[in-house]
């Protein structure tokens, strides 16, 4: 995995988080103001209709996103998230979200999440886009877990 200066704190607070582990969800990259993380759609994942739960998809995105304003070296929290589904995202499906920092002003943040499908031949389809609002907190992040 990258990471580099303030972001290796976000990669510690990732290490510490049992929630996005236990879905199985992978930080790939962090740098300050972005993140990459992704997640195998498991047969658990899958709601009343056969695709993979709307919640999944929001905590993978949510994920990323955390990780991309939790890189600056500040404990960050979220203020407030919305998501868009764009296409429905089924049992196997690997997904990877992306975000990246649109802008930072005083103590907050705004940042945008583009969820993926990944296919075998490496083509990527959006399956959702998610828009989340940060708050810097003065307490400094740990740099370990």
Do not use: W
């Amino acid at each position: 995995m990258e990471t580099t200066g303030s972001a290796r704190g976000a990669a510690a607070m990732f290490a510490a988080d049992a929630a996005s582990r236990q879905l199985g969800i992978e930080l790939l990259r962090v740098v300050p103001g972005e993140a990459d993380a992704t997640m195998r759609v498991t047969r658990s994942m899958l709601n009343g209709h056969g695709s993979c739960h709307g919640g999944h998809v929001f905590t993978l995105a949510d994920t990323a996103f955390s990780c991309a304003c939790n890189s600056h070296g500040y404990v960050t929290v979220a203020a407030k998230a919305d998501i868009v589904f764009v296409a429905p995202v089924e049992q196997g499906d690997v997904l990877v979200a992306e975000a990246r920092e649109r802008v930072r002003y005083g103590r907050h943040g705004i940042y945008d999440v583009t969820v993926f499908r990944v296919g075998e031949d490496a083509a990527r389809e959006v399956v959702a886009e998610f828009r989340g609002h940060s708050h810097a907190t003065r307490t400094p992040l740990p740099a370990t877990p």
